[in-house]
């Protein structure tokens, strides 16, 4: 999982509490090594990254690297709660849309003035992964691990049921007017429960038994991988800014527009309503019972919709958008290190490994995630392909940079906790697109 709405109550909780920078790490083993703990949440990634750990240990004797792994709630609950008694890890995985409260409330260390990690060269880094994480004062504040961008999963006999095959989904067009012909196909693929389809006479959009696309909700603030990939297919991008940006443009009419084009598949039958999907969307379990045909997810999903039981899985291209090329949200997470780590060398040396083509190659060979390397990339794709997944069309939007950078900005949280119930109501369809315009004024006054 890449975003949830904990930002805004681990903000709150954060603020509230007294965050006294006390030692955090266990003092060191019974044979006078050093213990650096290192929390994650991906129970996926923990063997890739205990194997790291494993050839850290050998070329570093002096140190143990002690590895917990907490579900994606938890994992944040149980950080605010180590920051506030001064009781958390050294290390840990960490999000764009957490690193800037941490660093305005001087939670994080500068990796720049750390001896292991002070001459890293982030350009060996996949394009842009490295800035994401520079602070607002010129600080490092995390070592790239991994990226990930938006694609196609659908199943390919519920496909060739259609008449339709893997080429026909390739070459989509989109626009928010019409739909191009990404609608015609979601209205092709979609059938009621009379077995008529989206594109016939008579189809009823009131009772359908699969819908074309898969819902991902509403997609709060960032529309990760429900709404980004549409609007930023218009030209439209979040901020005045790839980082930082001080301004946000939800007052667009491009993603206004992209919007009501997406939520407008409701009416039309071609997927779920929010009732039907609640708050905790699972398309790629829509897409496993057949439910729906098509769904819009991330990398990181790759081995949970590869391994549904009886799906022969197919990964489609996104569709090209009015910029005459698809566009997908590029996010990644890194390695930061807290300040209140007694051992902050120690904790460095480590994180400079994680960020090695030596760790990052052990990652790619998993087959789980992107590692941020190109070396641990090149793995990955392997590791996929021996699995019989290709898995181009996820990478070739970074090499072909037709992407989107995720929000990076103050206050997220608050802005999280204000646009979600706002995209929730639009999904519903009980507020209208334009109302963001307003909503927006509101959200540029808290970044004032």
Not at 48 to 63: G, H, K, S, V, W
Not at 228 to 251: I, P, Q
Not at 342 to 347: G, Q, S, V
Not at 384 to 403: C, I, M, N, P, Y
Request: proline share 5%.
């Amino acid at each position: 999982m890449r975003t949830r709405r904990t930002a805004a109550s681990l903000a709150a909780a954060l603020t509230a509490g007294t965050l006294a920078l006390a030692g955090c790490a266990a003092p060191g083993a019974a044979d006078d090594s050093v213990v650096v703990d290192y929390w994650l949440w991906d129970a996926n990634q923990l063997p890739a990254y205990q194997r790291c750990a494993d050839a850290f240990e050998e070329e570093n004797p002096d140190l143990e690297v002690r590895i917990s792994q907490y579900g994606w709630g938890d994992y944040w609950r149980k950080l605010t709660a180590g920051f506030v008694a001064g009781a958390g890890p050294d290390v840990f995985t960490d999000h764009l849309t957490q690193y800037p409260g941490f660093a305005q409330k001087g939670l994080l260390l500068d990796l720049n003035t750390l001896g292991a990690t002070r001459d890293v060269d982030y350009g060996g880094f996949q394009e842009g992964l490295a800035d994401l994480w520079v602070g607002q004062d010129g600080a490092q504040y995390g070592m790239p691990k991994d990226f990930d961008t938006v694609a196609l999963f659908y199943d390919t006999k519920v496909l060739s049921d259609a008449g339709l095959g893997p080429a026909d989904l390739e070459g989509l067009d989109w626009n928010p007017e019409d739909g191009g012909s990404f609608e015609k196909v979601l209205a092709h693929l979609s059938v009621d429960q009379n077995g008529v389809r989206g594109d016939e006479e008579g189809f009823d959009p009131k009772n359908v038994a699969v819908y074309g696309m898969a819902s991902n909700g509403s997609g709060g603030t960032s529309g990760q991988t429900t709404w980004s990939w549409l609007a930023g297919a218009t030209g439209w991008k979040f901020t005045d800014a790839d980082v930082w940006g001080t301004e946000y443009h939800f007052d667009d009419p491009r993603v206004q527009s992209s919007l009501k084009w997406l939520f407008g598949l409701v009416d039309k039958g071609f997927m779920a309503p929010y009732e039907e999907v609640g708050t905790e969307p699972n398309p790629q379990q829509a897409l496993g019972s057949g439910r729906a045909v098509i769904s819009a997810n991330g990398s990181w999903m790759l081995g949970t919709y590869a391994n549904l039981d009886g799906v022969d899985l197919g990964i489609a291209s996104l569709p090209s958008g009015p910029v005459g090329h698809p566009v997908s949200m590029y996010n990644g997470l890194a390695d930061s290190i807290s300040a209140q780590s007694p051992n902050p060398e120690e904790a460095a040396r480590w994180v400079e490994f994680l960020g090695s083509d030596d760790c990052q190659r052990l990652v790619g060979e998993a087959g789980v995630v992107f590692p941020a390397r190109p070396a641990g990339t090149a793995a990955a794709i392997d590791a996929f392909a021996d699995r019989g997944l290709d898995v181009s069309v996820f990478t070739d939007l970074v090499e072909k940079k037709q992407t989107l950078f995720f929000p990076v900005t103050e206050q997220f949280g608050a802005i999280d906790s204000m646009m979600t119930p706002i995209m929730d109501e639009i999904y519903i369809g009980d507020r209208d697109v334009s109302t963001l315009t307003e909503v927006n004024d509101r959200i540029n006054g808290l970044l004032k």
